[in-house]
């Protein structure tokens, strides 16, 4: 049976640096291993949206996994959620969070009250008790992540994602006001309910022996929940629908394991996978040849080290996040005993250094397999694959030339 | 600050010439500068709107300025009037005119009436003071461009560009009656005022002492307007709000000074720009250059002459206009003291000596920056670009591409 393992490294791509005389970080790292791949295979390049289009990193994984995000995108708060491992409901509005400090004029001095928050499960049951009297109809869901981070659910029989962010996105401004983005009744409900309960955090938070211990230890208190990204369910087709294939995603950042729970993959847990440079790339393989040797057809790799380092400027680290991946690539090759194996590698966007942030650059893409026609490059790179026989692709055919050449699309027409 | 200059050499893509020994003029013109740009840029090919898809220059342009053509293209009159310096309000309906000589039996005999028309502006002030009876509430306003040129425009509460030439594009026919194009009350109503105005400027003009004066000296009378290319104002979102850059834009004829400035860019008026084969390509891109180093991001450059060139059959004046360009862009290149400048080259359609007319074949691209990542190729003509790393781009990408590159585009998702 054909299976496949589709590696991404996200923010991998980039662009002709003054520091690397005019080459691009995947040109100038060593990877024999991903070379020896874009030997085997076909190459090409890949907008994950469209030419020149900036994806964030949902909207390009959407487009990757075959979804239109121009129709299924719905902001970044749901996947989110699902990534933090809540379950959620048709009509939920959820949201990104911080937990912040506040002065009492409610300007923003920390956006994440000091990193660190010691007993933030304590913090997380008070504000699960929060009610909406505004709205008496809409429930409160908290859940506390990592570090400031959480994520917030209203539940309620008419929501909507229509409205803007309480987060100021910047220290010394004012917490915002939500404001409804539509003119429907749902935005202006979710508008209220979302103020209402950002006051009631800081009044909750604020009082907190939590809190109040921190005062003591001149640490900044977390006194109040900026919500961010409001988000819902993508109205979508599920991957195994779709593919007809039972699908595994292995990633270590919550946003990308709520996108691949969105679209129906199981999430693998990997310990010791980060999503930062310190993330263990073997467990992640180990995991995923553990998954190709079970029952899974196919299995999504995401690493993050790639795009957290070009947010950075890190050229340096970047280099050596595509080297290590490269290194455990190569004792997964040699480890693997699965006879018909594809494996696809590419970037969902390139993070150019001198940019720190996500561009609409083609970035490249490798298909590997034995019964594949093969190209001449021997690459994986943003120039080699310029030459690479799969032409230019968009995000949006990947899954299907993927799918394809695992037999499992159905036939259009006889 | 990134910026950007686009040069569309018009009409400039053409065949395998037999003259030429089956290369193109765009592989015979010697172009040392702009191939030194292909060498160190990346290459591509590039259909105006769809892989054979025969454009007119008007939605060619509408096209690479990133407007859909099929939702965005309302008819070339309302191009032309802005071209000419008209402002237009919502709802009016301007044409492309003539003034024509016909006889008394309305047949024509000469489309131009001679082209040249002394006291053109005497002719104007009369065709200005038409009334339309059957429609008082309609609005006539007539412009003298050049030559036997014209805009007029019909300004009134319910007017269509659903209305057929009254125009018959050639000698020895009679002149047409515009017809309604749809059944709309607009469309009957437009078509009854266009007949009317029709009637009346052969009543004006065959009166008027200019005419008496031309009959006289044996020249033929300009007694009558003939309309065509019925338009309005296409309803879209601007330049500068779909790529948030303040643009200019140099261009010798009406019709693209027009388009430009319905998307909103600034007309640079330049002296000695004409739109022909005598056009001052020197002072163009001196224009170029002021506008890039004062506060505009964005140039976009327009050469007429390729095209004029090929219309004619004129396979030795289009590879002198190309040479004449490139010849100009070397002393651009060495004037120009902007650090982090990107040079785009395309072509708006092929116009083969052989055909005398756009067609849909594809035209070269090249995009020449310091950051990007470049390929092989080192000749801006249809065969080398063929290899370039763009591979095969729409027009509606390029202004994505190039904003991209410029850091104007904002990200979609998170």
Same mark, same amino acid.
């Given at each position: 049976?054909?299976?496949?393992?589709?590696?991404?490294?996200?923010?991998?791509?980039?662009?002709?640096?003054?520091?690397?005389?005019?080459?691009?970080?995947?040109?100038?790292?060593?990877?024999?291993?991903?070379?020896?791949?874009?030997?085997?295979?076909?190459?090409?390049?890949?907008?994950?949206?469209?030419?020149?289009?900036?994806?964030?990193?949902?909207?390009?994984?959407?487009?990757?996994?075959?979804?239109?995000?121009?129709?299924?995108?719905?902001?970044?708060?749901?996947?989110?959620?699902?990534?933090?491992?809540?379950?959620?409901?048709?009509?939920?509005?959820?949201?990104?969070? +911080?937990?912040?400090?506040?002065?009492?004029?409610?300007?923003?001095?920390?956006?994440?009250?000091?990193?660190?928050?010691?007993?933030?499960?304590? !913090?997380?049951?008070?504000?699960?008790?929060?009610?909406?009297?505004?709205?008496?109809?809409?429930?409160?869901?908290?859940?506390?992540?990592?570090?400031?981070?959480?994520? !917030?659910?209203?539940?309620?029989?008419?929501?909507? +994602?229509?409205?803007?962010?309480?987060?100021?996105?910047?220290?010394?401004?004012?917490?915002?006001?939500?404001?409804? !983005?539509?003119?429907?009744?749902?935005?202006?409900?979710?508008?209220?309910?979302?103020?209402?309960?950002?006051?009631?955090?800081?009044?909750?938070?604020?009082?907190?022996?939590?809190?109040?211990?921190?005062?003591?230890?001149?640490?900044?208190?977390?006194?109040?929940?900026?919500?961010?990204?409001?988000?819902?369910?993508?109205?979508?087709?599920?991957?195994?629908?779709?593919?007809?294939?039972?699908?595994?995603?292995?990633?270590?950042?919550?946003?990308?394991?709520?996108?691949?729970?969105?679209?129906?993959?199981?999430?693998?847990?990997?310990?010791?996978?980060?999503?930062?440079?310190?993330?263990?790339?073997?467990?992640?393989?180990?995991?995923?040849?553990?998954?190709?040797?079970?029952?899974?057809?196919?299995?999504?790799?995401?690493?993050?080290?790639?795009?957290?380092?070009?947010?950075?400027?890190?050229?340096?680290?970047?280099?050596?996040?595509?080297?290590?991946?490269?290194?455990?690539?190569?004792?997964?090759?040699?480890?693997?005993?699965?006879?018909?194996?594809?494996?696809?590698?590419?970037?969902?966007?390139?993070?150019?250094?001198?940019?720190?942030?996500?561009?609409?650059?083609?970035?490249? !893409?490798?298909?590997?397999? *034995?019964?594949?026609?093969? *190209?001449?490059?021997?690459?994986?790179?943003?120039?080699?694959?310029?030459?690479?026989?799969?032409?230019?692709?968009?995000?949006?055919?990947?899954?299907?030339?993927?799918? +394809?050449?695992?037999?499992?699309?159905?036939?259009?027409?006889?």
């Amino acid at each position: 049976m054909v299976k496949a393992l589709l590696i991404v490294l996200d923010g991998a791509g980039d662009r002709a640096l003054k520091e690397l005389r005019r080459k691009t970080p995947l040109e100038v790292a060593r990877k024999p291993n991903i070379d020896s791949l874009a030997s085997k295979g076909v190459t090409g390049l890949m907008y994950a949206i469209a030419p020149g289009i900036r994806p964030g990193s949902d909207t390009a994984h959407l487009a990757i996994f075959g979804y239109d995000p121009y129709k299924t995108y719905s902001g970044r708060g749901a996947f989110e959620a699902l990534g933090a491992g809540l379950e959620l409901k048709e009509g939920d509005v959820a949201f990104r969070t +911080n937990m912040a400090t506040i002065d009492d004029d409610w300007r923003v001095l920390d956006r994440r009250a000091g990193r660190y928050i010691e007993g933030a499960e304590g !913090l997380e049951r008070a504000l699960n008790e929060i009610e909406i009297a505004s709205h008496p109809e809409v429930k409160v869901i908290y859940k506390h992540t990592v570090e400031h981070r959480g994520v !917030l659910i209203l539940r309620g029989p008419s929501l909507s +994602n229509k409205v803007s962010d309480v987060d100021p996105h910047k220290v010394g401004a004012k917490v915002l006001k939500a404001k409804p !983005l539509d003119n429907t009744p749902e935005a202006k409900i979710t508008a209220e309910v979302l103020n209402e309960f950002t006051r009631k955090s800081h009044e909750v938070l604020a009082e907190h022996p939590i809190n109040k211990e921190r005062v003591k230890k001149g640490l900044p208190p977390a006194n109040v929940v900026l919500a961010r990204g409001a988000g819902k369910l993508p109205h979508i087709i599920s991957f195994k629908e779709k593919y007809h294939m039972k699908a595994a995603a292995i990633a270590g950042i919550a946003l990308i394991k709520g996108i691949a729970r969105a679209v129906g993959m199981d999430v693998l847990e990997v310990k010791g996978a980060t999503g930062g440079l310190n993330t263990d790339v073997k467990a992640k393989f180990s995991k995923a040849l553990e998954a190709l040797r079970g029952d899974y057809d196919f299995v999504f790799l995401h690493i993050k080290g790639t795009d957290a380092a070009s947010h950075d400027g890190d050229v340096r680290a970047k280099i050596g996040m595509i080297e290590r991946v490269d290194e455990v690539l190569g004792w997964f090759l040699s480890e693997v005993d699965l006879p018909d194996l594809i494996i696809a590698i590419t970037s969902d966007h390139a993070t150019p250094i001198t940019v720190k942030d996500h561009t609409g650059d083609a970035v490249p !893409l490798l298909i590997a397999w *034995d019964e594949i026609v093969s *190209d001449d490059v021997n690459s994986f790179d943003e120039r080699a694959c310029m030459k690479g026989g799969l032409g230019v692709l968009t995000g949006k055919d990947l899954m299907n030339v993927i799918a +394809n050449f695992m037999g499992k699309l159905e036939k259009f027409g006889e």
